[in-house]
T-cell receptor
Framework: GESVGLHLPTLSVQEGDNSIINCAYS??????FIWYKQESGKGPQFIID?????DKRQGQRVTVLLNKTVKHLSLQIAATQPGDSAVYFC???????????FGTGTRLKVLA | DAGITQSPRYKITETGRQVTLMCHQT?????MFWYRQDLGHGLRLIYY???????DKGEVPDGYVVSRSKTENFPLTLESATRSQTSVYFC??????????????FGPGTRLTVL
């Protein structure tokens, strides 16, 4: 399928546990960040975003944390479900530009 | 509501051949993008378009050509395919190119193999 492939870092979690996926971003001028989910055979799908004037944002079962001091993003998924199994990657950009910088991703495996 | 579609989904070609990957979106989004996705790399921008008849290079444009005669279509052509262009190609669209207010919606991808 159209996914990144076999050599990504993998996070394995038990169904029902919380998952934390991390991302180090590269550009200190970036002020907008997105987490994407990519299932096998599909294109990336928007999960949640956050602007640099925030350090936390919550969605449905997902929370994104932003630490600008160390240029770090994390995605927390509560009560992980089998349908959460996918590759997750972050993207950063600076407002007013078209250019996103995408991370290479982490594969999340949910164990039954 | 088809959203954004790509064709073909899979393509095998030979070195030196011309290949065109199609992208079609039904939202009338102004901006469209072509990315490639390779092992060990994040998505890398090949070309983007801000509107019909307006295109510009991204990070890795060499060996690719794009056109945008209609808002809804954004074909990507490999004029003379090389093995290094073996990849998964994603098309995306957004309402505006500026970030912060608009996510990019991605197509399902085309897996291209160049032998």
């Amino acid at each position: 399928g159209e996914s990144v492939g076999l050599h990504l870092p993998t996070l394995s979690v038990q169904e029902g546990d919380n998952s934390i996926i991390n991302c180090a971003y590269s550009n200190s001028a970036s002020d907008y960040f997105i987490w994407y989910k990519q299932e096998s055979g599909k294109g990336p799908q928007f999960i949640i975003d956050i602007r640099s004037n925030m350090d936390k944002r919550q969605g449905q079962r997902v929370t994104v944390l932003l630490n600008k001091t160390v240029k770090h993003l994390s995605l927390q998924i509560a009560a992980t479900q089998p349908g959460d199994s996918a590759v997750y990657f972050c993207a950063e950009t600076r407002s007013g530009t078209y250019k996103y910088i995408f991370g290479t991703g982490t594969r999340l495996k949910v164990l039954a | 509501d088809a959203g954004i579609t790509q064709s073909p989904r899979y393509k095998i070609t030979e070195t030196g051949r011309q290949v065109t990957l199609m992208c079609h979106q039904t939202w009338s989004h102004s901006y469209m993008f072509w990315y490639r996705q390779d092992l060990g790399h994040g998505l890398r921008l090949i070309y983007y378009s801000a509107a019909a008849d307006i295109t510009d290079k991204g990070e890795v444009p060499d060996g690719y050509v794009v056109s945008r005669s209609k808002t809804e279509n954004f074909p990507l052509t490999l004029e003379s395919a090389t093995r290094s262009q073996t990849s998964v190609y994603f098309c995306a669209s957004s309402e505006r190119g500026t970030s912060g207010d608009n996510e990019q919606f991605f197509g399902p991808g085309t897996r291209l193999t160049v032998l």
